[in-house]
């Protein structure tokens, strides 16, 4: 970890435009996050030589992933010293993380790091063709198998089973986990790229209709069209670009327990409770030093566990923290999710919360910045059998 | 629920698990070294490293250990609500299936609550349902 503190850093962000079935293919939106993490670093594409992405093209499930390394390769002629794109990594961010190595090794200058994802608009093009790789009378293989038999077609089961094992535990109630919900949708208000700006009450929240209990629709993120780009640099070279480097302070990937949702050993948490503990083992800077948290909400209780597991709160206190909503909005203690997170700006997966991270340390928030010049943030990603953490600072 | 499921591809190794309920049966497998029960099944132990690894047949009891009822007709055909849960054996509880809870009302399903397993064919494949142990 001391070699990408040394030496690996943060030099520019970009992202297309969010939205819902925009129509535009995903190469498109992938060139215009670059186009824009590059004007915004002040490289260019020569500068480039090397990618990173997750999970690398996906045909499988439409618009999952339209895009891969070679084809961003390829629509800019890169020369490369090193690519890489595979679902198999600790998450979504899990493609930060072997960039910061792959610069940190010394092999690469400047990596594209990009998750691109247009299932709004796949979707909308399939014309009556089955939505799903896991619809009725098909086979499913590999990891899936022992739950979509069962009917548990959808990640908010999943995630469901163990928000009611933490319900049960620790006697949280919808009640707090609303807050999650209630307070990505405020932030949003202050995001002009977000999906949903219009507030929501709790009482929203609570009348809102159930997909799986315990959770309903607001706990669930929206997917959308759209492309984000986190650029890797040596440090540096970082520091002779236009921004002031963004270092990692601390990364944590670590996965101690069975690699499954239903083995794992303790269904009131998930993985990304080795996730946070290692993100602390390398780090003298605690909790407390946080100024800005954006943690990954594809649904609401798995916000609530990173919180949990990364030590704003400690484990079952979650949904004390959140009661009220005071202490995560933008003036309180730990900020969350500032740009609205998944569940209100758009289901960006992952790479959202690492680019919203970047945008409060450079200032760059405007309505929705945080006050005071945070100097540390946190970005998180993944749930279920998938999580990274990231400590983040400015250099 | 849905009537016409998704249904796993089953390995030769195991098979045992997928297809044991046509004697009325829960195979699972066990380390013939150290009776650890691996689940799912493996080449190896991971406890001991013993490559005797032979499905025996469990009690079929478990106790819910967690549980989701699911309101969203993800498909046209599905029949919602239904119970989703896992379940941990009453041998090991450390081994759990995901399955689904059938038998009674939903508002009765409660984590701790007893169950017992049923199977339910589809072709070749007895997918293990459970059932409260004590039906009222």
């Known amino acids: ?395 | 629920m849905i009537a016409n499921r998704t249904m796993p591809v089953v390995d030769p190794s195991e098979a045992h698990f997928w297809c044991g309920g046509k004697e009325g049966r829960l195979l699972i497998s066990r380390c013939q070294s150290c009776s650890e029960y691996i689940h799912p099944t493996g080449p190896i132990c991971p406890a001991c490293l013993s490559r005797e690894i032979k499905p025996e047949a469990v009690s079929g009891k478990a106790v819910i250990s967690t549980f989701t009822i699911n309101y969203q007709a993800w498909f046209p055909d599905l029949e919602v609500p239904y119970v989703v849960a896992i379940v941990e054996l009453e041998e090991q509880p450390s081994v759990r299936l995901m399955t689904n809870i059938v038998g009674c009302d939903l508002e009765s399903v409660h984590i701790g609550m007893k169950v017992r397993v049923i199977f339910k064919q589809v072709d070749e494949i007895f997918l293990p349902l459970f059932e409260p142990e004590v039906t009222a």
């Open chain 1, 1 to 395: 970890m001391d070699m990408i503190k040394q030496r690996a850093a943060i030099s520019g962000i970009g992202q297309s435009e969010v939205g819902r079935r925009l129509g535009k293919s995903g190469l498109a939106l992938t060139i215009d996050a670059v186009m824009d993490a590059l004007a915004d670093a002040g490289l260019e594409p020569k500068d480039i030589d090397g990618i990173s992405t997750w999970p690398g093209l996906n045909t499988d499930i439409p618009g999952f992933s339209p895009v891969g390394a070679p084809e961003l390769k390829d629509a800019l002629q890169l020369n490369l010293n090193w690519y890489s794109g595979s679902s198999e990594a600790p998450g979504q961010l899990g493609a930060v993380v072997n960039a910061c190595m792959a610069v940190a090794s010394g092999m690469v200058k400047h990596v594209i790091c990009f998750r691109t994802i247009n299932e709004t608009t796949a979707l909308s093009q399939l014309k009556g063709k089955v939505a799903s790789t896991v619809g009725g009378g098909q086979q499913v293989d590999g990891w899936a198998k022992y739950m979509v038999p069962f009917d548990a077609f959808s990640a908010s089961n999943w995630v469901a089973l163990y928000a009611q094992k933490h319900f049960h535990e620790y006697g949280t109630t919808r009640e707090q986990l609303g807050q999650i919900a209630v307070n990505a949708r405020r932030n949003a208000g202050l995001n002009p790229k977000a999906i949903y700006r219009d507030p929501i009450t709790l009482d929203d929240y609570l009348n809102s209709r159930m997909i799986s209990s315990p959770l309903c629709l607001y706990d669930c993120d929206v997917p959308v069209d759209a492309s984000t780009v986190i650029i890797i640099s040596r440090l540096e070279e970082a520091r002779e670009l236009n921004k002031t480097p963004i270092r990692f302070e601390s990364i944590g990937c670590a996965h101690n327990s069975r690699y499954s949702w239903d083995q794992f050993d303790d269904l009131s948490t998930q993985a990304l409770r080795d996730a946070s503990a290692a993100l602390w083992k390398n780090t003298d800077l605690k909790p407390a030093d946080v100024d800005v948290a954006e943690l990954y909400d594809g649904f609401s209780f798995i916000c609530l566990d990173w919180l949990e597991q990364l030590g704003f709160c400690g484990k079952g206190e979650g949904g004390a923290f959140i009661e009220g909503g005071s202490r995560i909005a933008l003036d309180g203690e730990i900020p969350l999710n500032t740009h609205g997170g998944q569940l209100s700006a758009g289901r960006t997966h992952g790479f959202g919360f690492m680019h919203e991270a970047c945008t409060q340390l450079w200032g760059e928030g405007g309505e929705r910045q945080v006050a005071n010049k945070p100097q540390v943030a946190i970005a998180s990603a993944g749930g279920g059998t998938l999580a990274a953490s990231f400590l983040l600072t400015r250099d």
